[in-house]
């Protein structure tokens, strides 16, 4: 069926992804590329970016969102009722990004690697701004995460090595760049997708808002046939905790190390024989790991005992 096709049936359901959001109106995508303006139905539908939906034809340029399909390897962020809150759907890669400046805080680092284990989804780490250089101490865990196997790329929109390794990094699956607040996130955007703004204030010109709406997400093609979606609640995105128990199925070297724990549910805090704790001390642990981890497990059981009726996030 052809765009044109489609055009002469506006009742037809059918298929398509949301590729931007804002507020009551979303843009979705159809198979053969069209992006179509659609109005959501119903108060109580909840769409975000990345999500297939079923949709209508209203009119020749304008559809209505009826329901959402089934969600996987979401990405979600807490709430200050303590409760996941969905952000994007239907996503494959975290990369976290990091800079020589602002001082990168590694065990935010540690804990966007861990959320995107805790959610199923691969992840990789871009050092920005490295144009400005990079300590020794940068050095050293960039390279502790890439032995860990986190593809590790350094990157700079200012001047070399600019931004291929991360185009590589993106290529072919949906991603989110997720840092603290001046790490350049938005710059790296602008350096992989030029047209991005541009994009951002096409959609809101052509919503029923007009100029004054404000774009909450959009994704934007890439090369090499990826996707990588921008949205304000992935720039403030805060991993929501599992039970303290799955914390460390957030680690992956942590992990594997607790199947040679004399207990089986060892906490790797003061147990004897702890393998994980044995590894730290040794040195064949990297320390700072291990102290995020200690520090992920005190928030979940501070977070648990805050809000015992809370729902965790489903671990994949």
């Known amino acids: 069926m052809t765009p044109n096709d489609t055009a002469d049936r506006p009742s037809e359901r059918r298929v398509g992804r949301v590729v931007a959001n804002h507020g009551r109106h979303v843009e979705v995508e159809d198979p053969a590329g069209r992006r179509i303006l659609c109005r959501l ?17 209203e009119s020749a340029d304008e559809g209505l969102v009826h329901g959402v399909q089934p969600r996987h390897h979401v990405l979600e962020r807490l709430s200050m009722t303590g409760k996941a809150e969905t952000v994007v759907s239907n996503l494959d890669r975290i990369v976290a990004v990091a800079a ?20 199923g989804l691969s992840a990789a780490v871009a050092f920005n701004k490295c144009d400005l250089g990079l300590s020794a101490d940068d050095e050293r865990q960039l390279d502790d995460l890439a032995a860990i196997g ?23 699956v949906t991603s989110v760049l997720v840092g603290q607040s001046g790490t350049g996130k938005s710059s790296l955007l602008n350096a992989l997708v030029p047209h991005a703004r541009a994009t951002t204030q096409e959609i809101s010109a052509a919503s029923e808002e007009g100029r004054h709406t404000t774009t909450h997400a959009a994704m934007h093609a890439l090369p090499g046939d990826g996707r990588l979606i921008d949205s304000p609640g992935v720039r403030d ?27 089986q549910d060892c906490r790797h805090l003061t147990e004897p024989g702890c393998a994980v704790r044995a590894a730290a001390e040794a040195g064949t642990l990297s320390q700072r790991r291990y102290a995020s981890y200690r520090h992920l497990y005190q928030l979940a059981r501070d977070f648990e005992a805050r809000f015992p009726a809370r729902r965790p996030p489903r671990l994949r």
């Open 41 to 57: 139905h119903g108060r109580k539908l909840h769409v975000v970016c990345g999500d297939w939906v079923e949709w209508a034809l």
């Open 100 to 119: 020589a400046k602002p001082s990168p805080d590694w065990q935010v680092i540690d804990r966007y690697l861990a959320g995107a284990e805790w959610a």
């Open 150 to 172: 986190y593809p590790v790329v350094r990157v700079s929109t200012r001047s070399a090595p600019g931004v291929d390794a991360l185009a590589q990094v993106l290529a072919g």
């Open 237 to 263: 995105y805060a991993p929501p905790l599992p039970v303290p128990a799955a914390v460390g199925s957030g680690f992956r070297e942590i992990h594997g190390l607790a199947a040679h724990c004399r207990f």
